[in-house]
């Protein structure tokens, strides 16, 4: 199993919100990733991460920022939530060698 | 990367071999074959990758034609935790500015 964690699991929270998905792994792996994945479709790249301080936007838009100041750490900000952000969120990190990509558990977000 | 055609959905008999098909007729030499697996909204999970050798772990074995333009995911005796969606990804290892892109994969159903 991948040493990849996030939190919190499930987010419930009000409309205007500031919100922090935190994406933590224990492996050393440099290149770290946001998805977003709605219920019963496909996973969408909206962030990606090469190295300390090296963030890049996905192919999915997203009014979401991220972070790369330590190396086992990708936080993903919302500065003001709104319902059209709920969605699950996935972090994923990968092994230089083969580029195989391991997934934590989720991010749950509800914005009400 | 190359784009990847599977079927929306197979079922199988638990204990009995599960074979998912993949076409990548467009595959480059460079390209590789990976397979990731989703069980009900969790991370995604990776399975197995290939160049063009035939690959075997733990939980499963890949069979890439001669040509590379398809492949088969062999799951040797399927469980009912098995039931997932199943990807089929081809992408060059590496390369800069590209991700995982997760098509609508195969959906795999187990029975008892």
């Known amino acids: 199993e991948a040493d990849i964690y996030q939190t919190p699991r499930y987010l419930v929270i009000g409309t205007g919100k500031k919100i922090t998905l935190e994406c933590s792994q224990t492996m050393g792996h440099d290149k770290m990733y946001w998805y977003q994945q709605d219920p019963g479709m496909e996973l969408h790249l909206i962030h990606y991460s090469y190295g300390v301080n090296s963030t890049e936007k996905g192919d999915l838009s997203s009014e979401s920022t991220v972070s790369r100041i330590r190396t086992e750490h990708f936080p993903l900000t919302l500065e003001s939530a709104r319902p059209s952000h709920t969605s699950q969120y996935l972090c994923?990190?990968?092994?230089?060698?083969?580029?195989?990509?391991?997934f934590g558990p989720g991010t749950r977000l509800t914005v009400l | 990367d190359a784009k990847t055609t599977q079927p929306p959905s197979m079922d199988c008999a638990e204990g009995r071999a599960a074979n998912l098909p993949c076409n990548h007729s467009?595959?480059?030499?460079?390209?590789?074959v990976y397979w990731y697996r989703q069980i009900h909204s969790q991370g995604p999970q990776y399975i197995i990758h290939?160049?063009?050798n035939n690959e075997t772990n733990e939980m499963a074995s890949l069979i890439i034609t001669e040509d590379r333009k398809s492949s088969t995911l062999i799951l040797p005796h399927a469980t009912l935790r098995d039931t997932a969606v199943y990807y089929c990804i081809v992408r060059v290892p590496n390369q800069a500015g590209t991700a995982l892109i997760f098509g609508k994969g195969t959906t795999l159903s187990v029975s008892s």
């Open positions: 467009t595959i480059s030499g460079n390209e590789y």
């Open positions: 290939g160049l063009k």
């Open positions: 994923a990190s990968s092994d230089f060698y083969t580029d195989t990509q391991y």
